[in-house]
């Protein structure tokens, strides 16, 4: 039980700041197609029975170069899209004719009483690596989100804080597919951040209070799903999406009444 609620803190802590600049940055589909892409990382996985760690790395370097160099050429969300369907269709394939049995169930939807200390310890490293992230070049980062044209005119290394953020949000995108699942995943990275958009105004307030969110609604999830004895992951998702708009809806009486 703790392993499982130190497991879904971790994710919820490493979400919330990299969901905020996949928001402002407007990358939310780019969380989607890898969730996507990477099942066939987990696939081959399996498959070849090596890390799941060691083969997530690779694709999540691969994908995100890849959106990185292409994304100028071609429409973003349709490169995005092909990769991603692509590598979902590869592993399908792949696990149909594999000698060994491939759960795609697991990789679509996850499974968090699967988590162990091993990874605890990688998202805790990877809490320090988004922690640090953001601490060290916020300022950047919030230039280079309101006027990129200017941040790179200020001599901001702009597309390399760009392409160490895509493989940072790959990195842990892939870290966490086989506790929340593919399908699920850009749900829980999103859903407390456009919570916390409705009701705060500077863009380290929207870090921290989605950051309160998420570990909020996770374990308010935990508890309803252990209660009713329901996979934890669909049930987070559903309490989030009911939060949002609740949320939305009280905002909306407030501010006609105020008007």
Same mark, same amino acid.
């Given at each position: ?129 988004? /922690? ?18 200017? /941040? ?108």
């Amino acid at each position: 039980m703790l392993i499982i609620v130190c497991t879904s803190i971790l994710i919820s802590i490493i979400f919330a700041p990299l969901g905020c600049l996949s928001l402002w940055k407007r990358y939310t589909y780019f969380t989607d197609g890898f969730a996507h892409a990477s099942v066939l990382a987990g696939s081959i996985s399996l498959i070849c029975n090596i890390p799941l760690v060691y083969s997530g790395i690779l694709f999540a370097i691969l994908f995100a170069s890849a959106i990185f160099k292409y994304r100028n050429i071609f429409d973003g969300n349709v490169i995005v899209g092909l990769m991603a369907n692509f590598m979902l269709s590869v592993a399908l394939i792949i696990s149909y004719f594999a000698p060994t049995s491939v759960d795609i169930n697991l990789l679509l939807f996850g499974d968090l009483i699967s988590a162990s200390i091993n990874d605890i310890m990688i998202l805790f490293g990877i809490m320090v690596v988004v /922690a640090t992230f953001f601490a060290a070049l916020y300022k950047q980062i919030i230039l280079m989100v309101i006027n990129r044209d200017l /941040a790179q005119i200020m001599g901001i290394k702009v597309k390399l804080i760009e392409l160490f953020f895509l493989i940072l949000l790959s990195i842990s995108v892939f870290s966490t597919l086989k506790i929340v699942g593919a399908l699920l995943v850009s749900g829980m990275l999103l859903i407390p951040t456009v919570i916390a958009r409705l009701f705060t105004i500077t863009p380290k307030q929207m870090i921290i209070t989605s950051t309160i969110i998420s570990v909020i609604l996770t374990l308010l999830g935990l508890l309803i799903s252990f209660y009713l004895d329901t996979p934890v992951a669909p049930v987070i998702i559903c309490v989030g999406v009911v939060t949002y708009f609740v949320t939305y809806s009280i905002r909306s009486v407030n501010w006609h009444r105020c008007s």
